[in-house]
Each structure stands twice: as C-alpha cells, then as structure tokens.
C-alpha cells in the first residue's frame, strides 16, 4: 500500500464564537492555529499523537475527536469499510476547553483531511452539514472552515454560513485563564426563556456589528460587542468577567466579550490603535486582582480557514 496517497496536512485556524451578541450564530477565525496530520489506514487501528496545547489531555484512540470526524466523512462517502483506523498526529497551538474551538480544529481538521485523501467527494458546504452535526453549533465550525468572520443560520437539519472579511482591520487581545471551562457547563447556567428586551438588545447589536464590520464603520462599533443572552449568566463561572470588560475598554478597546463559551475574554481594538499591549496587560492584571492568572494572545482575524498543507 502506498502510505503518502493516504496522507493529508491540514491547518486549521482557532475560533471565536459569540463576538458578544451573536449567541449561537456569529463567529471569527484568529490566527492561532492547529495542524492534524492524518494517514488513513486499511487496519482497524486508531493511533493519536499529540504535541502542543493540551496535549496530555487529548484522547489518544477511537474518542479522539479528530477520528470520529475521519470516520463521520468514511460513513457519508461509503469508504468506512476501505479505510477502518488512521495515524493522526497533531501540533496544537490552541488552549483546550477555553472557548477558543479546539474541539472545531479536531472536527473540521478530521473532515477536510479525509476528504482530501479520498478526492474531495464533498464540498465545502456538505463539510459544513457534517461538522456541525459533530459540533452541535455551527459558530466555531464555520469559521475554522471558511476563515474570516461568519454568520451562520440552522434551518431545520440545514445550516447556511456567510463568511466574509471585515473591512475593520481587527486585533484580538484575548486573555486566557488557567482553567478549563465546558461549553456543556456553561450552556447549563443559561435560562431556557429570555425577555422581549433581552432579543432586542442582541438583535439590534448582532446586526450593528455585521454591518459595521461588512462596511467598515468602526464607530459604529462600541456598543455592538455587548450581551444580555448569555454574559450576565456566565459571569459567575469567570471569575472578574466584568472587571476585565471594562479594564479593556477603559485601555481602549472597542468592545469585549467571552470567548465563545469562555473561560476565555476577547477584546477588540484595530491595528491603527496600536493600544493591543495596553488592553492586554489590563485584562491580565484585572484578571489578576479577582484570582486568575491569565496568559494573553495578540491575533489578527484569519483570513482562509482551514488549508490542506501537504498531500
Ligand atoms: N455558542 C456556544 C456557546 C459556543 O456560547 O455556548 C460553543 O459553540
């Protein structure tokens, strides 16, 4: 058998979903990123190796996450009983469970390199369909496999994804706490109904913020990163949540916002600010002063998505 027709590398980019208001539908690539290398093997074999982020924490067989999207894409194209195991090794520059979709980089890394190796049978969209089913939600996924920054829609089994790049050159100042958070966790604390004020409160800034960003309108920015659906009920599983929000403002960030389902805290400035430094040390110190050592990451938004690397 010839291993290297069986091999694809593939890059994805970390993600940020949410951006404040877009609970469950917006989110962005960032320039930090993870690359799977996965071999398709004819043997029943599973074989995980990690290095990087995380890395111990990883499950190294068939719960590995990157394999369950590999065999997810063997089902669909009916070549499960071609190919039965994979040799997956990964890089991983993404915080684990920090709401920076980790989990994305497995699925959409998993997806797009058995597609590869099999001929690309599916398109972009049908990996979208696929990785969503995995994920749950398609606010991570869509942007690890389009870059850029989305907008997503579920419509019965269905979901529709518009990516597009921001005519706002955005910096991400995210700060990353020492302790994991789980997105089945922090979907808990939310409350099943909201108020008719609440979705007009997050409505009219998702929509500000898509416009503003689809039309460069950067002073229509501040009020757009803001959230009643989900923030004020997750604040008391990040410690200072709302401290650092207004450190980073007041350093002179455009907006803040938890990192999809955290523990992560984004904030957003430009890069003519040139004040990412400034907004980074007063989220980390802020952080610091309710009990959380943090570390911070500098990103730009990512502008391809995932990208097959070697074949
Ligand atoms: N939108 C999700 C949440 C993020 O906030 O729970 C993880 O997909």
Sequence with gaps: MDIKKNRAVVRVPGTSANCGPGFDCLGLAATIYNQLDVTLLRSAKVLVESSGEGSENIPRGKKNLAWQAVRRLLLEVGRENEFKGAFIRTKNQVPLARGLGSSST?????????????????????????ATELEGHPDNVAPALFGGFTVSVMDGGDVQTFSFLPRIKLKL??????????????????????SRRDAIFNISRASMLVAALVEGREDLLPPAFDDALHQPYRKKLVPGMTEVFEAAKNAGALGAAISGAGSCLIAFTTTKTKLEEKISSAMVETFKLHGVNAKSLILNVDKRGAKVMKR
């Design 173 to 194: 100042i995210v700060a990353v706490p020492d302790f994991e958070l789980s997105t089945r966790l922090a979907r808990k604390v939310l409350p099943k109904n909201i």
């Design 106 to 130: 497995a699925i959409v890394g998993g997806l797009v390199a058995a597609n590869e190796i099999l001929g690309a049978p599916l398109n972009r969209q049908q990996l979208l369909k696929l």
